[in-house]
């Protein structure tokens, strides 16, 4: 079947957040591109306060699968990545639990990723999206690497994550309310 815009919908998460973080960001991505769809972030006014959304387009039900799974696998994300954090010695500073926390979501974002990745993507949806992309006039933003003075743990939290991301599994339907059904922890 050919492909139009037109047939390009969007999905729409609001947030209760008013900047966006690179786990939300790198998640947000990360699903965009597994269930073949594009993604962004806008905004939105509530009560005179501008919040964050999340956006996911692309055919149906690609982009309403991709906001779902966005929805269900925020919290778990957190959550393990708190878990990983309450292992971490008891005078670990701060400044570098923020680091080890953002190795660990990335390598968990990565393990979901290779567990999910498509591996025949359509060309031609891909194509579209591009198109649909232009008439957006998205702006790109710079990710920044994360730095630590113990490279080893920088790298041991990477892996923790990837290997508990990789333990996730997408082919059990979904219901937010029964999390203990999709994922292995």
Not at 55 to 71: L, M
């Amino acid at each position: 079947k050919q492909i139009l815009i037109s047939d390009i919908k969007e999905r729409i998460i609001q947030t209760k957040t008013q900047r966006t973080k690179d786990i939300e960001r790198r998640l947000k991505v990360m699903i965009a591109n597994v269930f073949e769809c594009g993604s962004y972030s806008g905004w939105y006014t509530l009560e005179g306060t501008r919040y964050q959304q999340h956006v996911f387009y692309g055919v149906e039900p690609n982009a309403s699968i991709a906001a779902y799974a966005y929805s269900v696998l925020l919290p778990i994300l957190i959550k393990n990545k708190q878990s990983y954090l309450a292992t971490l010695h008891g005078n670990t500073k701060l400044k570098s639990k923020r680091r080890l926390g953002i190795s660990y979501h990335r390598g968990w974002i990565q393990g979901v990723e290779k567990k999910c990745k498509n591996l025949n993507p359509d060309k031609e949806l891909r194509e579209k999206l591009n198109e649909y992309e232009k008439t957006l006039n998205l702006v790109y933003c710079e990710v920044k690497s994360v730095k630590h003075y113990n490279k080893d743990m920088l790298y041991q939290a990477r892996v923790k994550g990837y290997s508990d991301g990789s333990k996730v599994n997408l082919h059990h339907a979904i219901d937010p309310n029964e999390t203990k059904k999709i994922f292995l922890s």
